[in-house]
C-alpha cells in the first residue's frame, strides 16, 4: 500500500525558494521590534490544557488541538465511564502566543522589569477549516508591553508594527481602532443583557465580511430582541467619537482613544491613516480595552491586529497587571509577497563552484574558503555532464555566479 507523502491538510511544506522569503520576511519583522527595544523571548508550543481552556480565547477554544495522556494515565482513563473528551486529554497545542506569554511573565516576572517590551515569533495549531490564507498551523509574529498602563504601549506598538510593515514595503494600509469599553456602555444603554455582550461582539466582528444585514440576520438568530437590534445598528452605523459622551463613556477612554489617534497621524508620513471604527472588536475575549488592527486598502484585508489584555496576567499572578499585544500576521503577509514576486534583498554574492571527481576536494574547500572570507554565500557541487541544466537548475536555487575548480588550470569561470 502506498503511503500518502502529501502534507496534513491545513498546513504546508517549504521550499527552499519560499524558505528565503519566509526568513527575510521574519528577520525584517524581528528588526523592527529590536530597533525599537523589544526583547526576544520563546515559549513551549504544547501547554496544559487547563491552561488553555480558561483563557477566555473566544471562538479559538472551540479548535483546540488536544493531546491525549499516556501510558497508565490514559488506561486510567479508559476505565471510567461515561467518558468526557477532557478527562482523556492533559495537554494542548497553543492556539496563540499571548496565553504562552501571560504565562511566562507569571512564571518568570522576578527576572523582568517593570515594563517588559516581549517578541514571540513560532508556531500556532488552530483546527479550523482550511481555505486560502487560513491554515491549521501557521506563525505569528507578536510584540507586547507588559506593565504599561497607559496609551504610551499602545502608540508603541502601532509605531512599531508601521515601521515593521513599510520595511516590508507595505503601504496605502489603514490602522483601525477602538476601545472594548465603548461597545459595553452602549449594549448597556440600550437595555442589552451582560450574557448578551460576547455574543454582539462575536457577531459584529465578521461586520466587514456580511455587512450590516448580516449583522441584523445573525442577532436575530440569536434570539435577541429586534428593535434592540435595530436601535444598535442605527447607533453604531452613524457613531463618531464626538457622540460618545452621549452613552455615557468615561473621558479617560475617549481622551486615550483621542490621544493615540492624534500620535499616530502626527507620526506617520508612509501612506499610514489611523480611524475610530466602532465595529472592530477582535475575536478573544480577553480584550479589556483598545483593539486595533491594520487593514491593507489595496487588497481589503487585514494584515496585524491586536488590543489591551489588562486582566489575563492576573489569573496567574492575583494582582493587576496591565498588557497590551500586537501580531502580525505572518503568513498572509508571505503569501502577499509571493504573489508580487517579491525579490529578497541580497547583501551577498551566491558563488556555486562546479568540479570535477579527479579533483582534490581539500583544494577545492579550500577556494570555496577563501571566497567566503570575502563576504560571499558559497556551495560546492560535484560537476554534471549536464552543466547548462545543473547551472539553469541553480540559478533556481538563487545562485548568481557559477565556476569549474580545475586545478592544473585553476579556474575556470562559466558566468
Do not use: H
Not at 62 to 71: A, N, P, V, Y
Not at 384 to 402: A, V
Not at 403 to 410: A, D, L, Q
Amino acid at each position: 500500500m502506498k503511503i500518502k507523502t502529501d502534507s496534513v491538510k491545513g498546513t504546508f511544506d517549504i521550499l527552499p525558494k519560499d524558505m528565503e522569503l519566509r526568513n527575510w520576511i521574519k528577520n525584517t519583522i524581528i528588526n523592527a521590534y529590536t530597533n525599537n527595544g523589544f526583547n526576544q523571548i520563546e515559549t513551549p508550543s504544547i501547554e496544559n490544557l487547563d491552561l488553555l481552556t480558561k483563557s477566555e480565547g473566544g471562538e479559538n477554544l472551540s479548535l483546540l488541538f488536544k493531546i491525549l495522556k499516556r501510558g497508565g494515565k490514559l488506561q486510567k482513563a479508559l476505565g471510567k465511564e461515561n467518558l468526557e473528551e477532557n478527562e482523556l486529554c492533559d495537554l494542548g497545542l497553543r492556539y496563540d502566543l499571548t496565553l504562552p506569554l501571560s504565562r511566562f511573565y507569571a512564571n518568570n516576572s522576578n527576572y523582568l522589569p517593570k515594563v517588559f517590551k516581549s517578541i514571540q515569533v513560532g508556531w500556532v495549531w488552530r483546527a479550523e477549516r482550511p481555505q486560502k490564507n487560513r491554515f491549521r498551523q501557521f506563525t505569528q509574529c507578536d510584540i507586547d508591553i507588559i506593565g504599561e498602563d497607559t496609551e504610551i504601549a499602545e502608540i508603541d506598538l502601532i509605531t512599531t508594527t508601521i515601521e515593521a510593515l513599510s520595511n516590508l514595503n507595505f503601504d496605502n494600509l489603514t490602522i483601525k481602532i477602538n476601545d472594548r469599553r465603548i461597545l459595553k456602555n452602549i449594549v448597556k444603554f440600550i437595555g442589552f443583557d451582560d450574557s448578551e455582550f460576547m455574543g454582539i461582539c462575536i457577531t459584529l466582528d465578521k461586520r466587514d465580511k456580511i455587512g450590516w444585514e448580516g449583522v441584523r440576520k445573525e442577532l436575530l438568530n440569536k434570539k435577541i430582541e429586534e428593535d434592540k437590534i435595530n436601535q444598535l445598528i442605527d447607533i453604531l452605523e452613524k457613531l463618531t467619537i464626538d457622540d460618545l459622551s452621549k452613552y455615557k463613556v468615561d473621558d479617560e477612554i475617549i481622551n486615550s482613544l483621542r490621544n493615540v489617534i492624534n500620535v499616530v497621524n502626527n507620526y506617520s508620513d508612509k501612506g499610514f491613516n489611523i480611524e475610530f471604527d466602532i465595529t472592530l472588536i477582535r475575536g478573544m475575549g480577553y480584550y479589556t480595552g483598545q483593539v486595533f488592527e491594520i487593514v491593507s486598502n489595496d487588497i481589503n484585508c487585514s494584515l496585524a491586529g491586536g488590543g489591551r489584555y489588562d486582566e489575563m496576567i492576573g489569573r496567574f499572578t492575583n494582582r493587576k497587571v496591565p498588557a497590551v499585544g500586537f501580531s502580525i500576521g505572518f503568513e498572509r503577509i508571505f503569501n502577499l509577497l509571493k504573489e508580487r514576486n517579491n525579490k529578497t534583498p541580497k547583501n551577498n554574492e551566491k558563488i556555486a563552484i562546479l568540479f570535477n571527481e579527479k579533483e582534490s576536494i581539500i583544494s577545492v574547500l579550500k577556494y570555496a574558503e577563501e571566497l567566503k572570507e570575502k563576504g560571499n554565500i558559497v556551495s560546492i557541487f560535484r560537476k554534471q555532464k549536464k552543466t547548462k541544466r545543473q547551472i539553469d537548475q541553480l540559478k533556481e536555487q538563487g545562485f548568481d555566479s557559477f565556476c569549474i575548480y580545475e586545478n592544473s588550470k585553476n579556474l575556470s569561470n562559466i558566468e
